[in-house]
Nanobody, 124 residues
Framework: QVQLVESGGGLVQAGGSLRLSCVVSRRAFSSSAMGWFRQAPEKEREFVAAIDRTGDRTYYADAVKGRFTISRDNVKNTAYLQMNSLKPGDTATYYC?????????????????WGQGTQVTVSS
């Protein structure tokens, strides 16, 4: 059973930063593409960022490009999302996801495993 556990969410003022972590209980983590998604109340889950199995390739939603950075540590089985210059519009529950594959995955339907989510609230 693969488990993903997110942490690092919280309350921050606009312009501030947070770093989310996602620990994966899976030895095949280094063979898994990873992604971050978010969902605000009464809105659909949306793609935020993705990274391939090696960390060489990344991809971002336009809304976060230049402010967020996705990375991974294949020794620690952990993926990260560094979020800078946060805006109230970034307020949402953030989820990490994993899929055993090459390349990038940007659609929620492409992922097999999901974390429970961590809340990020940005005050104005």
């Amino acid at each position: 059973q693969v488990q993903l556990v997110e942490s690092g969410g919280g309350l921050v003022q606009a312009g501030g930063s947070l770093r989310l972590s996602c620990v994966v209980s899976r030895r095949a983590f280094s063979s898994s593409a990873m992604g971050w998604f978010r969902q605000a109340p009464e809105k659909e889950r949306e793609f935020v960022a993705a990274i391939d199995r090696t960390g060489d390739r990344t991809y971002y939603a336009d809304a976060v490009k230049g402010r967020f950075t996705i990375s991974r540590d294949n020794v620690k089985n952990t993926a990260y999302l560094q979020m800078n210059s946060l805006k109230p519009g970034d307020t949402a529950t953030y989820y990490c996801a994993a899929v055993l594959r090459y390349g990038l995955a940007t659609g929620p339907g492409e992922y097999d495993y999901w974390g429970q989510g961590t809340q990020v609230t940005v005050s104005s």
